[in-house]
């Protein structure tokens, strides 16, 4: 009997195109505002997605962060261990701590290590898992979260407005005990990113997620096919996640989107903004017409549970109602 063909979702190769029409958008936030609305607009739409640049947040800070994660994952395993969590705290939380890549529990080799912890609302710190070596990744850390709220809140303010909505709409809904989390993954170089990726496809099943990478490796699934998101220098890649498509009833999509593995060592560096655990999250009213598909309603904490029960993750929950 033949073997089972290789899963397209573990298959770095496929649906891979290399003179494909798409781009991932890329957008100016310093440019006029109505243009940067339309902008953000047509790219969520499109892609559920897009890069930024003139971002506001200082260039030297995004290096020294990149530096204090180089740092740290270049210590010893067991060095990196004493900041790992034994399990996650509730059956609804992907582990948070120093771990490898934990979509590989859902059958799949991803290549590579993370460390993950909450870092909003305060009382969620679990300050046992921040690196402390280098010894000022803490206070970087801090610095660095702080400029990502900021961003945040500016994103979802232009997002709202992207939807004709009173700009304040999302950071309200969101709340100021919204979750964030913090994440960074490393990928180690590899000289045949071929033999397998680095995280295999999914969406985000959060609200909206901030990149930063050193090296290619992201894209998002377009048409059929996966269009790489360039290295700009010192911008960020902005993704949609699974709230919003559900709180905008399908008009905005969270993207599917996986990482390649480089030959370069790859360093990705994230934050999360998610509603509250028991925030009730369901299609606005203004969203809900015949054309689109109606979600279900439920607590953000529902849904994780769902999700965390569907192999490879992959727009789980779709249109569901
Ligand atoms: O590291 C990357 O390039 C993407 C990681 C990612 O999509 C995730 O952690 O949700
Ligand atoms: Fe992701």
Redesign the pocket.
């Known amino acids: 009997m033949a073997p089972p063909a290789l899963p397209q979702e573990m298959n770095p190769a496929a649906l891979q195109s290399s003179d494909s029409a798409n781009e991932f958008p890329v957008i100016d936030l310093q440019g006029a505002h109505e243009e940067v609305v339309k902008q953000i607009r047509e790219a969520c739409i499109g892609w559920g997605g897009f890069q930024i640049v003139n971002h506001g947040v200082p260039p030297a800070l995004m290096e020294r962060m990149r530096q204090m994660a180089k740092e740290f994952f270049a210590l010893p395993v067991e060095e990196k261990w004493k900041h790992s969590a034994s399990s996650p705290t509730t059956t609804v939380d992907l582990f948070h701590g120093y771990g490898t890549?934990e979509f590989g529990t859902k059958g799949a080799l991803d290549l590579?290590d993370?460390l993950r912890h909450k870092t909003w609302p305060l009382s969620a710190r679990a300050y046992e898992q921040w690196p402390t070596y280098p010894a000022s990744f803490r206070d970087t850390e801090e610095e660095y979260l702080q400029q990502q709220e900021k961003l945040c809140q500016h994103l979802m303010e232009l997002i709202s407005e992207s939807l004709g909505l009173n700009p304040s709409y999302l950071n309200d809904f969101f709340g100021e005990d919204y979750q964030q989390t913090f994440?960074v993954?490393h990928?180690p170089p590899h000289p045949d990113p071929t033999c397998t990726v680095?995280?295999q496809k999914?969406s985000?099943f959060s609200g909206l997620?901030i990149?930063m990478?050193n090296v290619e490796?992201?894209q998002f699934i377009k048409d059929g096919e996966w269009i790489m998101a360039k290295v700009i220098p010192d911008a960020y890649?902005i993704?949609l996640g699974d709230q919003i498509e559900i709180l905008t009833n399908g008009l905005y999509k969270s993207p599917e989107?996986?990482?390649l593995l480089n030959y370069a060592e790859?360093?990705?560096i994230?934050s999360?903004a998610s509603p509250p655990d028991a925030k009730v999250v369901g299609p606005m009213a203004e969203f809900v017409t015949k054309s689109r598909p109606i979600y279900k309603t439920r607590t953000y904490a529902q849904y994780r549970t769902e999700v965390m029960t569907i192999p490879h993750m992959a727009k789980a929950l779709v249109a569901d109602a």
């Open positions: 890549k590579g993370q994440l993954n990928y680095g995280i999914h985000d997620t990149l990478q490796g992201l890649v993704n989107h996986r990482s790859r360093f990705t994230m999360f």
